[in-house]
Protein backbone atom coordinates (compact mmCIF):
# COMPACT_ATOMS: atom_id res chain seq x y z
CA UNK A 1 0.00 0.00 0.00
CA UNK A 2 1.18 3.56 -0.52
CA UNK A 3 2.11 5.17 2.66
CA UNK A 4 4.12 8.24 4.01
CA UNK A 5 5.03 8.13 7.47
CA UNK A 6 6.53 10.60 9.65
CA UNK A 7 7.96 9.29 12.59
CA UNK A 8 8.09 12.24 15.26
CA UNK A 9 4.59 13.86 16.16
CA UNK A 10 6.91 16.60 17.42
CA UNK A 11 10.08 18.51 16.91
CA UNK A 12 11.83 20.64 19.62
CA UNK A 13 14.66 22.82 18.32
CA UNK A 14 15.77 26.00 20.07
CA UNK A 15 16.07 29.25 17.84
CA UNK A 16 19.13 29.72 15.41
CA UNK A 17 20.05 25.88 15.37
CA UNK A 18 19.47 23.77 12.45
CA UNK A 19 16.21 21.54 12.09
CA UNK A 20 15.16 18.66 10.49
CA UNK A 21 11.84 17.14 10.35
CA UNK A 22 11.49 13.34 8.74
CA UNK A 23 9.52 11.94 5.90
CA UNK A 24 9.96 8.28 4.42
CA UNK A 25 7.44 7.35 1.98
CA UNK A 26 6.60 3.93 0.65
CA UNK A 27 4.82 3.83 -3.26
CA UNK A 28 5.30 2.41 -6.33
CA UNK A 29 7.18 3.92 -9.02
CA UNK A 30 8.14 7.26 -9.58
CA UNK A 31 7.26 9.88 -7.00
CA UNK A 32 6.03 13.50 -6.99
CA UNK A 33 6.91 14.67 -3.13
CA UNK A 34 5.71 17.95 -1.56
CA UNK A 35 6.04 19.92 2.09
CA UNK A 36 3.46 22.12 3.64
CA UNK A 37 2.91 23.67 6.61
CA UNK A 38 -0.02 25.27 8.62
CA UNK A 39 -0.55 27.71 11.09
CA UNK A 40 -3.44 27.25 13.98
CA UNK A 41 -6.77 27.53 12.17
CA UNK A 42 -4.90 28.03 8.92
CA UNK A 43 -5.30 26.07 5.87
CA UNK A 44 -2.36 24.25 4.40
CA UNK A 45 0.69 26.51 2.93
CA UNK A 46 3.06 24.73 0.05
CA UNK A 47 6.85 25.03 1.13
CA UNK A 48 8.14 22.89 -1.59
CA UNK A 49 8.21 20.33 -3.65
CA UNK A 50 10.18 17.55 -5.33
CA UNK A 51 9.38 16.22 -9.30
CA UNK A 52 12.84 15.26 -10.66
CA UNK A 53 16.22 16.56 -11.29
CA UNK A 54 18.29 18.27 -8.12
CA UNK A 55 17.98 15.78 -5.05
CA UNK A 56 18.47 19.38 -2.95
CA UNK A 57 15.50 21.64 -3.54
CA UNK A 58 14.88 24.88 -2.18
CA UNK A 59 11.74 26.64 -1.31
CA UNK A 60 9.97 29.28 0.77
CA UNK A 61 11.49 30.97 3.95
CA UNK A 62 14.65 29.16 3.81
CA UNK A 63 13.32 25.50 3.91
CA UNK A 64 14.91 23.02 1.86
CA UNK A 65 14.46 19.24 1.23
CA UNK A 66 16.64 16.19 0.15
CA UNK A 67 15.69 13.57 -1.65
CA UNK A 68 17.11 10.14 -1.07
CA UNK A 69 15.89 7.13 -3.13
CA UNK A 70 17.34 4.62 -2.22
CA UNK A 71 16.86 5.72 1.62
CA UNK A 72 13.02 6.81 0.73
CA UNK A 73 13.18 9.29 2.37
CA UNK A 74 12.37 13.56 1.74
CA UNK A 75 13.62 15.04 5.00
CA UNK A 76 12.59 19.13 5.21
CA UNK A 77 15.59 21.12 6.90
CA UNK A 78 16.38 24.63 7.88
CA UNK A 79 19.83 25.85 9.00
CA UNK A 80 18.18 27.98 10.85
CA UNK A 81 15.21 27.79 13.08
CA UNK A 82 12.85 31.01 13.70
CA UNK A 83 10.15 31.14 16.67
CA UNK A 84 7.80 31.84 13.79
CA UNK A 85 8.80 28.41 11.97
CA UNK A 86 6.55 26.63 14.84
CA UNK A 87 4.10 25.04 13.05
CA UNK A 88 2.28 21.54 11.90
CA UNK A 89 4.39 20.22 8.70
CA UNK A 90 3.30 17.70 6.71
CA UNK A 91 4.94 15.55 3.73
CA UNK A 92 2.69 14.38 1.27
CA UNK A 93 3.43 12.68 -2.22
CA UNK A 94 2.01 12.35 -5.24
CA UNK A 95 2.99 8.70 -7.44
CA UNK A 96 2.37 7.65 -11.02
CA UNK A 97 0.19 5.08 -10.21
CA UNK A 98 -2.29 7.25 -8.54
CA UNK A 99 -3.90 8.07 -12.26
CA UNK A 100 -6.58 10.18 -12.63
CA UNK A 101 -7.00 11.12 -9.12
CA UNK A 102 -3.80 13.52 -8.88
CA UNK A 103 -4.50 12.15 -4.98
CA UNK A 104 -2.08 13.39 -2.63
CA UNK A 105 -1.10 10.99 0.37
CA UNK A 106 -0.73 12.91 3.67
CA UNK A 107 1.94 11.97 6.67
CA UNK A 108 0.03 12.39 9.68
CA UNK A 109 1.80 15.32 10.57
CA UNK A 110 4.92 16.86 12.86
CA UNK A 111 4.45 19.93 15.28
CA UNK A 112 7.66 21.41 15.17
CA UNK A 113 8.04 23.77 18.17
CA UNK A 114 10.89 26.34 17.84
CA UNK A 115 11.69 28.11 21.34
CA UNK A 116 13.37 31.16 22.45
CA UNK B 1 -6.42 36.91 -6.98
CA UNK B 2 -8.58 35.57 -3.67
CA UNK B 3 -6.81 31.91 -4.71
CA UNK B 4 -8.88 29.28 -2.92
CA UNK B 5 -12.16 30.40 -1.41
CA UNK B 6 -14.26 28.50 1.65
CA UNK B 7 -17.18 28.75 3.47
CA UNK B 8 -18.55 29.08 6.16
CA UNK B 9 -15.39 28.93 8.14
CA UNK B 10 -17.48 27.17 11.16
CA UNK B 11 -21.06 25.45 11.40
CA UNK B 12 -22.85 23.21 13.70
CA UNK B 13 -25.52 20.95 12.57
CA UNK B 14 -27.63 18.06 14.09
CA UNK B 15 -27.63 14.68 12.86
CA UNK B 16 -29.85 14.04 10.54
CA UNK B 17 -29.70 17.72 8.88
CA UNK B 18 -27.97 18.31 5.37
CA UNK B 19 -25.75 21.26 4.31
CA UNK B 20 -23.36 22.23 1.46
CA UNK B 21 -19.68 23.68 1.81
CA UNK B 22 -19.10 25.75 -0.92
CA UNK B 23 -15.45 26.53 -2.42
CA UNK B 24 -14.07 28.37 -5.19
CA UNK B 25 -11.29 29.42 -6.97
CA UNK B 26 -10.28 32.11 -9.24
CA UNK B 27 -7.03 30.70 -10.65
CA UNK B 28 -8.50 28.72 -13.44
CA UNK B 29 -7.58 25.15 -11.93
CA UNK B 30 -8.41 22.27 -13.77
CA UNK B 31 -8.14 19.87 -10.76
CA UNK B 32 -9.98 20.47 -7.66
CA UNK B 33 -10.10 18.04 -4.17
CA UNK B 34 -12.03 17.78 -0.90
CA UNK B 35 -9.93 16.46 2.19
CA UNK B 36 -10.73 16.13 6.02
CA UNK B 37 -8.54 16.55 8.49
CA UNK B 38 -8.97 14.66 12.09
CA UNK B 39 -6.20 14.50 14.66
CA UNK B 40 -3.40 12.43 13.81
CA UNK B 41 -4.66 11.23 10.68
CA UNK B 42 -3.29 14.05 8.21
CA UNK B 43 -5.37 14.49 5.43
CA UNK B 44 -7.66 12.08 3.59
CA UNK B 45 -9.26 12.56 0.26
CA UNK B 46 -13.35 13.20 0.06
CA UNK B 47 -14.14 13.60 -3.74
CA UNK B 48 -12.32 14.94 -6.61
CA UNK B 49 -12.68 16.57 -9.77
CA UNK B 50 -10.60 16.92 -13.26
CA UNK B 51 -12.58 19.40 -14.78
CA UNK B 52 -15.93 20.73 -14.88
CA UNK B 53 -18.64 17.55 -15.03
CA UNK B 54 -15.99 15.37 -14.19
CA UNK B 55 -15.71 14.08 -10.56
CA UNK B 56 -14.96 10.89 -8.65
CA UNK B 57 -14.65 9.59 -5.55
CA UNK B 58 -11.66 9.62 -2.91
CA UNK B 59 -10.59 7.40 -0.39
CA UNK B 60 -13.43 8.64 2.02
CA UNK B 61 -16.77 9.38 -0.29
CA UNK B 62 -19.07 7.72 1.98
CA UNK B 63 -21.88 10.15 2.81
CA UNK B 64 -20.91 12.96 0.90
CA UNK B 65 -21.53 14.09 -2.71
CA UNK B 66 -19.76 16.98 -5.30
CA UNK B 67 -20.70 18.43 -8.21
CA UNK B 68 -18.40 20.81 -10.29
CA UNK B 69 -21.00 22.59 -13.15
CA UNK B 70 -18.04 25.51 -13.77
CA UNK B 71 -13.88 25.18 -13.46
CA UNK B 72 -14.57 27.76 -10.39
CA UNK B 73 -16.72 26.31 -8.09
CA UNK B 74 -16.54 22.23 -6.12
CA UNK B 75 -19.20 22.54 -3.50
CA UNK B 76 -19.34 19.72 -1.23
CA UNK B 77 -22.70 18.11 0.33
CA UNK B 78 -23.32 16.42 3.41
CA UNK B 79 -26.38 14.20 2.32
CA UNK B 80 -27.30 13.52 6.27
CA UNK B 81 -24.80 14.39 9.21
CA UNK B 82 -23.53 12.20 11.19
CA UNK B 83 -21.11 12.66 14.36
CA UNK B 84 -18.32 10.81 12.68
CA UNK B 85 -18.46 13.62 9.72
CA UNK B 86 -17.18 15.99 12.78
CA UNK B 87 -13.81 17.46 11.23
CA UNK B 88 -12.11 20.17 9.55
CA UNK B 89 -12.67 20.16 5.81
CA UNK B 90 -10.76 21.84 2.71
CA UNK B 91 -10.95 22.23 -0.25
CA UNK B 92 -7.96 22.59 -3.10
CA UNK B 93 -7.20 23.12 -6.32
CA UNK B 94 -4.04 22.65 -8.69
CA UNK B 95 -3.21 23.58 -12.15
CA UNK B 96 -2.71 19.89 -13.26
CA UNK B 97 -3.10 16.67 -11.71
CA UNK B 98 0.37 15.40 -11.52
CA UNK B 99 3.36 17.73 -10.72
CA UNK B 100 1.71 20.89 -9.49
CA UNK B 101 1.26 22.06 -5.89
CA UNK B 102 -2.42 22.14 -4.57
CA UNK B 103 -3.16 25.44 -3.10
CA UNK B 104 -5.67 24.91 0.25
CA UNK B 105 -8.65 27.32 0.91
CA UNK B 106 -8.56 28.09 4.91
CA UNK B 107 -11.31 25.10 5.85
CA UNK B 108 -14.74 24.98 7.32
CA UNK B 109 -14.68 23.48 10.60
CA UNK B 110 -18.00 21.36 10.98
CA UNK B 111 -19.36 20.08 13.89
CA UNK B 112 -22.13 17.56 14.02
CA UNK B 113 -24.10 17.07 17.54
Known amino acids: AQSVAQPEDQVNVAEGNPLTVKCTYSVSGNPYLFWYVQYPNRGLQFLLKYITGDNLVKGSYGFEAEFNKSQTSFHLKKPSALVSDSALYFC??????????????FGQGTTLQVKP | NAGVTQTPKFQVLKTGQSMTLQCAQDMNHEYMSWYRQDPGMGLRLIHY???????DQGEVPNGYNVSRSTTEDFPLRLLSAAPSQTSVYFC????????????FGPGTRLTVT
Open chain 1, 92 to 105: AVRYHGSGNTGKLI
Open chain 2, 92 to 103: ASSYSRRASEQY
Open chain 2, 49 to 55: SVGAGIT
